[in-house]
Structures are given as structure tokens and as C-alpha cells.
């Protein structure tokens, strides 16, 4: 079975610094996904990123980045610019694709409270 | 983006009572639901996988018969929590993937549960 693991339970940041949550995961497959999601106060599940496991090149969504390393099974997650509305949970997921389109299961890491501090 | 409902937003019901929550997805079709269970400052717990047509697939350790789910169409999914006890209070979250390869899976707001 795959594992997330998100070694940070909690992290602080100054607005307009910059932050970097970690992620490992453990699996034998070849072909899935990781996900990062941002869970505020409100408790609505929000996606913030994505990364196919086929691709190198890391993705970006305007101040959120990802440190992908496949080899070492690191999916770190990099918010530049830090924002008050930044603050929440954020959680690691991962999703294996043998199982095909019918198949979306996420695993999901403990989590990172991450507050933005003015 | 696509959105998905949960209704209602809070429930309070007895101990030994059941209970329904509803997951509907508004904008696009879905085969698959997914509910999940959080609890305070914790994760999300996958509790079963709900498919349109055909018998939902619990998790290991999840009570098929006290967690009952009903896929009743290609936009509604049900959770019910039969005879609830106050271990069962929770936070009960269901989303749903849109599919078209995109893979992301798109969340309900939640619904907080409370047995008194």
C-alpha cells in the first residue's frame, strides 16, 4: 500500500516570505499522480497543485511550486509571495492510475498547518 | 471549476437514529464518489467508494452496515449513518473526479455531524 508522509504537523511564515512544505511517499508503481490540496478554516478542499509522475519538469500554479524528485519520492511544495489567505492545512495526496479512470482513489498525508503571520 | 454539493452542512441527531447525507455533483456527471471521514486537526480517512450502478466498496475496518451508500444516479450519491452513536460525530466529506483524464478529484464542503 502507498504511504504519504508529511513530517512537518505545523509551520509559520512571515507574509510576503516564502515557504517550503514537505512531502515523501513510498510506492512500487511507475504511473500516478501527486497532488498538493489546501484545506482552510472553512474546511473546503481546495487543489492548489498537481504532478504527473510521467513529467520532469516541475509544476507551477502562479506562487505555488513543486520540487519533484521522482528517484528519491520528495514532492515538495514551494508558496513564494506567502499571503494571510495562505494559511490552512495543507495536505500531500497521492493517487495510483493502475486501477484506470474508474479508479481515482487518494492517499492522503497528516497534513502541514501552515500559518501566514502579518 | 466543477462543483459539488453536500447537503446538509450540519446535522445533529439522536443516538440511535439515522442519518443522511447527500453528495451531489452540479455541473458534470460522475460515475465514482468518493466519502471520506475527518476528525479534528487530522486527515481524511477514505470510507468507501461509491459507484453509479453498482455496490459501493468499503475500506478495510469501515462498517458496511452502518455506513450505508446508495449511488442513485450519475449526479447523487448517499451516505447514510444507521443507528449513530455519539463516536460516529464527525466531519463526513465526499468528492468526486470529473474525469476526461484529468485525474483531480473536485470536494463537497463537508457536513459536520453531531450524536448527542
Known amino acids: 500500500a502507498q504511504t504519504v508522509t508529511q513530517s512537518q504537523p505545523e509551520m509559520s511564515v512571515q507574509e510576503a516570505e516564502t515557504v517550503t512544505l514537505s512531502c515523501t511517499y513510498d510506492t512500487s508503481e511507475n504511473n500516478y499522480y501527486l497532488f498538493w490540496y489546501k484545506q482552510p478554516p472553512s474546511r473546503q478542499m481546495i487543489l492548489v497543485i498537481r504532478?504527473?509522475?510521467?513529467?520532469?519538469q516541475n509544476a507551477t500554479e502562479n506562487r505555488f511550486s513543486v520540487n519533484f524528485q521522482k528517484a528519491a519520492k520528495s514532492f515538495s511544495l514551494k508558496i513564494s509571495d506567502s499571503q494571510l489567505g495562505d494559511t490552512a492545512m495543507y495536505f500531500c495526496?497521492?493517487?495510483?492510475?493502475?486501477?484506470?479512470?474508474?479508479?481515482?482513489?487518494?492517499?492522503f498525508g497528516k497534513g502541514t498547518l501552515l500559518t501566514v503571520n502579518p | 471549476g466543477a462543483v459539488v454539493s453536500q447537503h446538509p452542512s450540519r446535522v445533529i441527531c439522536k443516538s440511535g437514529t439515522s442519518v443522511k447525507i447527500e453528495c451531489r455533483s452540479l455541473d458534470f456527471q460522475a460515475t465514482t464518489m468518493f466519502w471520506y471521514r475527518q476528525f479534528p486537526k487530522q486527515s481524511l480517512m477514505l470510507m468507501a467508494t461509491?459507484?453509479?450502478?453498482?455496490?459501493?466498496?468499503?475500506e478495510q475496518g469501515v462498517e458496511k452496515d452502518k455506513f450505508l451508500i446508495n449511488h442513485a444516479s450519475l449526479t447523487l450519491s448517499t451516505l447514510t449513518v444507521t443507528s449513530a452513536h455519539p463516536e460516529d460525530s464527525s466531519f463526513y466529506i465526499c468528492?468526486?473526479?470529473?474525469?476526461?483524464?484529468?485525474?483531480?478529484?473536485?470536494f463537497g464542503p463537508g457536513t459536520r455531524l453531531t450524536v448527542t
Open positions: 504532478q504527473e509522475a510521467y513529467k520532469q
Open positions: 461509491s459507484n453509479e450502478g453498482s455496490k459501493a466498496t468499503y
Open positions: 495526496a497521492f493517487m495510483d492510475l493502475r486501477g484506470g479512470g474508474s479508479n481515482y482513489k487518494l492517499t
Open positions: 468528492s468526486a473526479p470529473r474525469g476526461g483524464g484529468g485525474y483531480e478529484q473536485y
